[in-house]
């Protein structure tokens, strides 16, 4: 059965992959209109498209990062608007800040309970309704990310738009503080995909595999000359893809996992949370 693919669906992708747009039909149409299926069949035809990442949820709105006092639980709370102009307005982002404020002091278990806590005479889901109503949008708390850990070091970027969290493994000290600020800065510039490569799906390594081996393949290898250069691929998708082995920005002669020991031997990340507006 033929799949129609509408102008609609073929833009989509391009703005998701930066694709051209015969290219983007025609992923869409080998496909059967999976974008998923699509971003794949593109990269596995060579193309250098964006990854398909989790955190591109909200379009607009801010995303507030924050610690406790103790520096061992932080949070990131993504309050959603659907324009820009609502994002940048200072009621909204107070509110978001509150409700972050709200959601931490209380250690709330997820988005329902965030909003059935008590606020101001009222639940703050009521106070959310009443700020729908007010500004005229639809609003939510679409994202909430916790980490625990020995100490944890919340970071917000570029006006709300990239929160983040960085669990580490001593607790907190300047010398610790400081290096966790230097790696959620990493975190937000970088985005990887996972903290090492234990961490990466088994579901993702398959994957990135059989596309290293089908673009190795097109372009005339044998199979078993594309499963030995498809290993390093691999080994690079790693290095680019996992936060302890990608190399540090500040000084690309090492990684973040050998900067973390130049600051304090065996001082490393066991967790990391990271919230984009808009991807």
């Known amino acids: 059965m033929s799949i129609t693919i509408s102008a609609a669906d073929v833009n989509k992708l391009r703005q998701q992959t930066g694709a051209g747009m015969m290219d983007c039909r025609k992923a ?38 924050k610690a406790n006092t103790e520096g061992t639980y932080g949070i990131i709370l993504n309050l959603s608007a659907e324009t820009d102009f609502v994002s940048k307005n200072a009621e909204f982002i107070q509110f978001a800040v509150d409700l972050t404020e709200l959601a931490l002091n209380n250690e709330a278990t997820d988005i329902d309970a965030i909003k059935a806590l008590p606020m101001d005479g009222a639940t703050a889901g009521e106070k959310l309704m009443e700020m729908v109503a007010k500004i005229g949008e639809k609003i939510d708390i679409v994202r909430y990310e916790q980490v625990s850990a020995d100490s ?119 967790s990391f949370r990271r919230v984009a507006i808009g991807g």
């Open 152 to 270: 944890v070091i919340a970071y917000v970027h570029g006006n709300y738009r990239i929160g983040v969290l960085v669990g580490m493994n001593k607790p907190v000290s300047a010398a610790v503080v400081t290096a966790g600020k230097d790696v959620a800065m990493q975190i937000a510039a970088m985005n990887p995909l996972a903290l090492d490569t234990d961490s990466i799906s088994a579901e993702v390594v398959a994957r990135e595999k059989a596309i290293a081996i089908e673009q190795i393949m097109s372009e005339g290898k044998p199979a078993d000359m594309a499963e030995k250069i498809a290993a390093g691929k691999l080994n690079k998708f790693f290095k680019d893809n996992t936060l302890l082995a990608q190399m540090f920005v500040k000084d690309n002669a090492v990684t973040v996992a050998d900067y973390l020991k130049s600051v304090e031997a065996g001082l490393t990340v066991v």
């Open 28 to 65: 869409l149409t080998e496909s059967e209109g999976d974008f998923e299926k699509a971003i794949d069949y593109l990269r596995a035809k060579g193309q250098k498209v964006a990854a398909n990442r989790s955190d591109r949820d909200a379009k607009e709105g801010v995303a507030i990062a």
